[in-house]
């Protein structure tokens, strides 16, 4: 009775490393990112592609009120996966420090420093009583001095730099699928249908347009681009993956 009332005290102070050097409110966290819909981020050669999973949850909701992917600056591009309003928080933060370099330094800030900027922040709230984690796992891609950059923020506070990833519901699935069948000369167009042939090999293998977002960064332009409904219905049908059923998707409405 004594060690589980222990154990309640370690879960609640997110402050207080356990015996075994856990912190339990961080790992709850990374939970909290398992019941979101998939994120997937590709980095070629000519860009980086950013695809995510948006399931609508009624067909009375507006498609467009579910987003999932975002624009940070000209060149940076994000995607989430977790808690809508954690990751709506961490953006904006992200956009302010997009504007800040810019007003500070006359230049675009690296792709790089913006991860560390946020994933700084997201530190900051593994340690201070009185706050939770943020439970929202980002994708962070863009273009740095003209090369194609794919990072990922845990929420540890923790910045990883990828080739492919995938983060959210299925995750496992989908970096097996990311690591099986990824390109190192791929263009972009070979990004875009490596992150739909992942997205689709967990839904059955077909998507719906309107549940699919997609977006790009370009290397050349060094332009985040962010597709409509029927150019994403398009590639979809040019590899074989649009599904002409009605389709019915329950998702959790505390997450995304």
């Not at 591009?77 to 370099?101: E, K, M, P, W, Y």
């Not at 875009?192 to 689709?200: K, M, P």
């Not at 681009?225 to 398009?234: G, H, S």
């Amino acid at each position: 009775m004594q060690g589980q009332q222990q154990q309640q005290a370690y879960d609640r102070g997110i402050t207080i490393f356990s015996p075994d050097g856990r912190l339990y409110q961080v790992e709850y966290a990374r939970e909290a990112v398992k019941r979101g819909t998939a994120s997937i981020g590709v980095r070629t050669n000519d860009g980086v592609v950013l695809a995510v999973d948006k399931r609508v949850p009624s067909p009375l909701l507006e498609d467009s009120s579910v987003e999932k992917i975002h624009k940070a600056d000209d060149h940076v591009g994000i995607a989430s996966a977790g808690h809508v309003a954690d990751a709506r928080q961490l953006i904006d933060f992200a956009r302010r420090q997009t504007q800040v370099n810019q007003l500070r330094y006359g230049e675009p800030i690296g792709v790089e420093t913006l991860t560390k900027e946020v994933t700084d922040h997201i530190q900051q709230y593994t340690q201070v009583g009185g706050a939770r984690p943020f439970g929202v796992a980002l994708i962070v891609g863009g273009i740095q001095n003209g090369e194609p950059r794919l990072f990922e923020t845990d929420p540890s506070g923790t910045p990883y730099e990828w080739k492919a990833l995938a983060v959210g519901s299925d995750r496992g699935e989908l970096q097996t699928y990311l690591e099986e069948h990824y390109d190192d000369e791929a263009d972009l167009d070979g990004g875009i249908q490596l992150a739909l042939d992942a997205l689709a090999s967990v839904n059955d293998g077909s998507l719906l347009p309107n549940e699919v977002g997609l977006a790009t960064v370009d290397a050349e332009t060094e332009s985040f681009e962010q597709f409509e409904q029927d150019r994403i219905a398009a590639h979809l049908e040019e590899n074989d993956l649009l599904d002409t059923g009605e389709g019915e998707d329950e998702s959790d409405d505390s997450a995304e």
